[in-house]
């Protein structure tokens, strides 16, 4: 249990997790990048001892990326199974990340698994693989992408429970910083109150706000001897805004909290 | 001769009267965008407006050097109301440029901070200085560099009367140590104003009272000069209208030069065009502008045609009009039913050719347009491709090594553009705003008109499908919707007919068309749908609909289009459209044309992009 990775918990989550497991039921978690939703995913992996199949999905993305295909070996064809395979037949958890940017047509290999069959057909090799009950199918999504183009089918989406994820609470980011990087309290409280200014500007001057990820990355660079202003600029007012106007705004926000 | 001596005269006094340090002045038009920002993630309320604060006379002791030279009797100071931010409009107090800059970004800091404003103003102040301290630790430095820098131009309370010298050290006490003070101690004369503070008695502002643009036609982009100046309102109040029987015109000059500050006379047909920088200059000095209400109101240039045409000559109605919610902010409540949107369809539109000069630039759209790629998409077990298909082959080895038969089907990957799934829906302004000259040969209405004819031309050269409105309305019971070209018509003659029939009129009320545009949109099976905004300023209409109100309605009416799965984007020429449209539309939802002569070229390149 040493190498369990770091999570704060911020809800009944893991307990919906541990449920949803037990349970044989597929999980869908939703919230903004950065939020920690990839990190919850590998700390309960860690935590039930199972094996964590992660796929980060992409517009590209076909069903025999994730089912498996033939490959050719000395003139020979093998078969090599996808990581959606390998996770049936091992009994781990799969986990789609961002599973929006897949094409429709894609997740709907999914179905079957998602369902109370929890079957994966292979029709390459005719095989139908049945799910072991330690086999749990995770897929997550950021609902705030102005990705119009792109949502989930709502047959897929119907087979899933699904687990809202936001930002943590100030004192649970706190926490957060504390645990990830060892900062002392001060400076952490400082860094949430700078993410937290940020926040309030999304969807009016900022396209995407301060994830705990950024912050993760603040700190980080403060521990390891930078200056915090110049940390701050870094991690977080560069990667935000392009703007030479809306990145002063931010800077100020950084002087105002760190001081000149 | 007389006139230059006191010309000069006035020059060296006011010289060394002056306190103000040009050189290292900040003006709030370098630093309003970034303080806005600041004051938003300091917690500000993002639907406030930010602009210049109006000059009010403090009525505070004066040296001999102001005195003589009648400078220094004026202050901008900054407070917020339930609409706007104001901040003055320029400082240079300091003798250096960062402590200007700071007092700015400390005024906005202390704007931001959330404080009972039923609080005595001094203590009010304290505790904001207090909760912004706290909240932002960072600002302790820069606030006692602004104290330091700020004390020594204050009067020193042992040159003053006693009942003076107590409430100066009263203030520099608050100052100094935040909180520590309680209540100002009375005195006659009023105190030298508190840079470093809010507004003690800030002045009730004209929209406040709900009637800036009452009867006024929104026509102030022809009067160019009077961008500049406008941002900084005066504070208004309302009489009513004098019936002209008192004789208020003055017939003695010197007499007039005193009665400005009790009126201006509204009713100035005689006034000369020159007149009006004179008259700008005298409206600058008074504290109070005093505007009668009726329906004639000043500017020089106005022109009325608020009446509805007679039915006879006005465009056809389609159908008996359709009843539109509206949402007060306010209230917090949406309105059912409180408008009523007609749809309308040109009666005189004629069957016409695209205009001659806009033939040249149709074409080169065009064929940009039809070598614009779409997405572009890999096709697999195709016969012919740029790459070879291995699964295909894999599979078809593996078919014959077992003895299977093999459907040869193709062994490439081919890429090919997808077939473009969308729907645009472009909804224009019409209001008697765009009466006004963009240019020196084109008025805001010949630039939609050219918009509109050179975007028809290259969204039907990429075959998507597309519809195009144009609206105004007068007060909430008259919300025009011109159908230029609905989904379902051809761009044909006649449509293009339409488009040169469109004409300026009446108002702006954004949230009703944008509901009826959506509604129309949402219709279209499309999976990417476009809703498209052609205009040149702000939400405004006769009756309550402006300010802050109007704002706020037309970002629910957006919201609600997101929530049907449209997405909005504005193009606008207003220039001071940066103040506003994040707050409708988001940092990236929003496109500002400086030039307006170039919307029409820009249009169809800002729409290559959002669908690419």
């Known amino acids: 249990m040493e190498n369990l990775p770091f999570y704060q918990s911020h809800g009944s989550e893991i307990e919906l997790f541990e449920r949803a497991w037990r349970n044989n039921l597929p999980l869908l978690i939703k919230g903004p990048t950065g939020c920690g939703k990839t990190r919850f995913v590998a700390h309960m992996a860690a935590k039930l001892c199972l094996p964590l199949h992660t796929v980060a999905c992409h517009d590209d993305l076909t069903a025999a990326d994730l089912v498996g295909r033939h490959l050719i070996v000395d003139g020979q064809t093998v078969w090599s199974d996808g ?57 997550s999504y950021n609902p705030g992408y102005q990705n119009f183009l792109k949502g989930m089918k709502p047959s897929t989406r119907q087979r899933f429970i699904s687990l809202a994820f936001d930002f943590p609470s100030a004192t649970q980011e706190v926490a957060i910083l504390i645990g990830e990087t060892g900062i002392d309290e001060m400076l952490a409280k400082r860094l949430v109150s700078i993410a937290n200014a940020f926040r309030a500007l999304k969807d009016h001057d900022l396209e995407e706000v301060a994830s705990t990820r950024l912050l993760v990355y603040a700190a980080t660079l403060i521990k390891d001897g930078c200056e915090p202003a110049l940390a701050c600029r870094a991690a977080l007012v560069e990667t935000l805004t392009d703007d030479p106007e809306t990145a002063m705004a931010l800077r100020e926000v950084i002087d105002a909290t760190f001081g000149l | ?139 302790l430095a820069r606030y006692r560099r602004l104290v330091n820098a700020l004390l020594p131009l204050r009067p020193l309370p042992t040159n003053l009367p006693t009942a003076e010298a107590a409430q100066e050290a009263a203030i520099r006490q608050a100052l100094i140590q935040p909180g520590s003070i309680h209540a100002l101690p009375p005195s006659k004369k009023p105190f030298q104003p508190v840079l470093l503070w809010t507004h003690p008695t800030p002045p009730l502002s004209a929209a406040s009272k709900g009637s800036s643009s009452d009867g006024a036609p929104e026509r102030e982009q022809s009067e160019d000069k009077n961008v500049e100046k406008s941002r900084k309102k005066h504070s208004a109040e309302r009489t009513d209208m004098p019936d002209g029987k008192d004789g208020f015109l003055m017939m003695f000059r010197a007499e007039s030069l005193f009665s400005w500050t009790e009126y201006i006379n509204v009713n100035r047909p005689q006034d000369e065009e020159d007149d009006v920088e004179s008259a700008a200059l005298a409206a600058e000095d008074m504290d109070t502008m005093t505007i009668a209400r009726d329906g004639e109101t000043s500017v020089a240039k106005l022109r009325f045609d608020l009446d509805l045409p007679p039915a006879g000559e006005d465009d056809t109605p389609l159908g008996e009009g359709i009843p539109l919610p509206e949402w007060d902010y306010k209230k917090q409540i949406m309105q059912p039913d409180y408008c009523r949107l007609q749809e309308l369809v040109s009666q005189q539109a004629e069957i016409c050719e695209l205009p001659a000069q806009l033939r040249r630039t149709a074409r080169c759209l065009r064929s940009q347009f039809q070598a614009l790629a779409p997405t572009r998409t890999w096709l697999k077990g195709q016969q012919d491709g740029e790459e070879i298909d291995l699964d295909a082959w894999v599979r078809q080895e593996a078919d014959l090594l077992s003895g299977k038969h093999s459907d040869s089907r193709g062994m490439y990957r081919a890429q090919v553009n997808q077939q473009r799934d969308l729907a645009c829906l472009l ?89 009826q545009a959506s509604a129309l949109l949402a219709e279209q099976p499309q999976r990417q749908r476009l809703l498209l905004l052609l205009t040149d300023g702000k939400p405004n209409d006769l009756d309550r609909y402006e300010g802050r109100y109007g704002i706020e309605d037309t970002r629910m009416a957006l919201h609600e289009a997101r929530q049907l799965g449209l997405r909005p984007f504005c193009v606008t020429i207003d220039r001071e459209a940066n103040e506003y449209l994040p707050h409708l539309f988001g940092a990236g939802g929003f496109a500002v044309i400086r030039k307006p002569e170039d919307l029409p070229k820009e249009l169809p390149l800002l729409y290559a992009q959002m669908t690419r």
């Open chain 1, 83 to 139: 990581p959606l395979t390998r996770a049936v037949r091992e009994g781990g958890i799969c986990y789609l990340d961002e599973v929006v940017e897949a094409r429709k047509d894609t997740t709907v290999v999914l179905h079957p698994l998602a369902d109370d069959r929890r079957i994966l057909p292979i029709d390459r090799t005719g095989e139908i693989l049945a799910a072991p009950p330690s086999f749990m199918l995770v897929v």
């Open chain 2, 1 to 139: 001769m007389e006139e230059y001596v006191g010309q000069l005269w006035h020059k060296l006094v006011t010289r060394v009267a002056d306190k103000q340090h040009a050189d290292v002045a900040v003006s709030l038009d370098e630093i309003s965008k970034t303080a806005a920002i600041f004051f938003r993630a300091l917690g500000g309320d993002a639907g406030l407006n930010l602009s210049a604060a109006p000059s009010t006379r403090h009525g505070a002791r004066r040296s001999w050097r102001d005195r003589l030279a009648s400078s220094g009797e004026r202050v901008e100071l900054s407070w917020r109301d339930g609409e706007t931010l104001r901040l003055p409009e320029k400082i240079d107090i300091f003798t250096k440029r960062s402590l200007n800059r700071d007092l700015y970004l400390w005024l906005v800091a202390l704007s931001a901070a959330n404080v009972d404003d039923n609080l005595p103003w001094i203590v009010r102040n304290q505790k904001a200085t207090q909760v912004t301290l706290e909240r932002f630790p960072g600002l």
């Open chain 2, 427 to 515: 909804l224009a302004d019409l209001s008697l705003s765009t009466d006004a000259y963009a240019s020196d040969h084109a008025r805001v209405i010949d630039v939609i008109r050219d918009s509109l004819y050179l975007f028809s031309e290259a969204l039907s050269a990429t075959g998507d499908r597309f519809a195009m409105y144009g609206f105004s309305s007068l007060k909430r019971g008259n919300v025009r919707f011109n159908r230029l070209k609905s989904f379902d018509d051809r761009y044909d003659g006649l449509a293009r007919g339409r488009i040169q029939a469109i004409k300026p009129g009446y108002y702006t009320r954004m949230g009703a068309a944008i509901r």
